[in-house]
């Protein structure tokens, strides 16, 4: 197989088109071939590099609404918040009477999209079901709202607060130089040009943040930390202590998605990853376990006998089943 | 209060068909920008994107009364991308062209000077700007619209092997012009 084909095959699994067996034939490929991992790495840097394509383009909404009614003879709508009380669903209304009454508590948080108040331009979002979504965020950022996860956004000041659940952001080395603050009670993480999980569960106090690219600054009260990438914190806002170990950004699991992924994963890692996707045991029983990595990004297995021959094609091992939830692996060889 | 989970675009679209202007007017402005950077990705120039988001959004004013939409985002992207390509297809013979832009390494790069100040997504932008139109158009439909290799065959009406090979090429060449880039870059830096 040619070079041009591997790299067929790499831009296929960038964008998650690749089949099983073409799956099988890159990992095989990466595992013999002692350069082709440096190319992957380029070819996912491109992939990264290039998310704000013609994103940074801003539209006055209003100005375009104006002239969109001019230029083709729309007839105008009475406005919208005074009709919605009358004709639109409940959802609205509710919404409506949401931002009434933060007006009236909050005492000048105006909720409003590009509104200029003393407070900035704060919206909430909430995420109330049951896959991810997406918000852009101001210079291009991506935030990845994990589902029953929701925080208030700055506009203004690029400030998320209130974060409660998951939530990862992906941002960008914006013109403005401009980082992401998320505060919370005692904690200060500051982000820019990075990708970080941030996780705060408001019963226990936890919060933790795992940083997946590049570097992000953390306050600890007068305590400045820079966290890397493969580090994550943990910090509790009751006893006010933290701690810093290796996260694993190598593997993702996704089992509402039916996403198994491995990115240079080391394979005994792999290994406990397949256990917690399918409930099973894997009892790997060489005295010592070879350094091999295993990439299979956005990886969709059909059963857990795929996952296992798949990586089976990679390196040599015997997988002896001793159950339905029982699996034992020996003898672990590079091809 | 912003609930994103909130099925709005059903009851946007139901106070459409029930009021066609003051529906408009919020499905406007909830989904102009959207399909606005949708258009210039595609088209690269901001005001005829902007003239086809006009457009599609009158056709759906026009179509009020009989339109039957199920998925709102799905229906206006779709307009979107069939507009832009047909505006696309009626100025440039680019889906029988299979030339290779040779003009990316000659005129990507002015000046070392001009590096020193540019980042890398930046300058990669701007390679993809200057990509042979046919690649440049089958990469930006799968990488920012996500519109599978098949999806992008259909829509542009070439077949599914030369879509694959179009990614291939589009990402070989951004590959080249990043490791040149980056080469001149540290060149840049020892000097």
Known sequence: MG?????SLITKQLNNQLSTSELSELNNWLSVNSGSKAVVSDFKEVWDSVSTYKSSASFDVDAAYNSFVKKYDIPISTPVSSNAQGGISNTLRYI???????????????LAKNGDTLAGSIEHFANNDSTSISVSLVGGGIATMAPQSEFNYNYKSSQVSDLKGESTFSLVKNAQKKPLNIDFDGLAIKANDTELAVNSDETSGDISTSVNKGRVDV????????LTKGQKLSYNSHTKKHKIEKSRPQILIDKAEGILSFDNTPIEEAFQAIEQFYDVNIDIVDSKVPAYHFTAINYRPESLDECLELIQNSFSMTILRKGPKSIVISNIKSK | MKNLAANTDEELLTLFSEDGSKGLELIFKKYYEQMCKTA???TKERSLAEDIVQEVFFELFKKRETVNIKSLPGYLKRSVYNRSLNRIKSTKDIFDS???????????????????FKELSDYLNEVIDKLPEKCRLVFVLN???ELSYKEVAAKMEISVKTVENQMSKALRILREEMLVYKKLLEKERME
Not at chain 1, 96 to 110: C, D, E, K, Q, S
Request: no cysteine.
């Open chain 1, 3 to 7: 070079r041009d084909n591997y790299i």
């Open chain 1, 219 to 226: 306050e600890i009260g007068k305590t400045a930390i820079q």
């Open chain 2, 98 to 116: 299979n030339e290779l832009n040779t003009e990316i390494g000659d005129n990507s790069i002015n000046s070392q000077e001009q590096m020193e």
């Open chain 2, 40 to 42: 210039i990705r595609i």
């Open chain 1, 96 to 110: 409506l009477a949401a931002i009434t009454a933060l007006l009236l508590i909050g005492g000048g948080v105006y």
């Open chain 2, 143 to 145: 990488r920012f619209e």
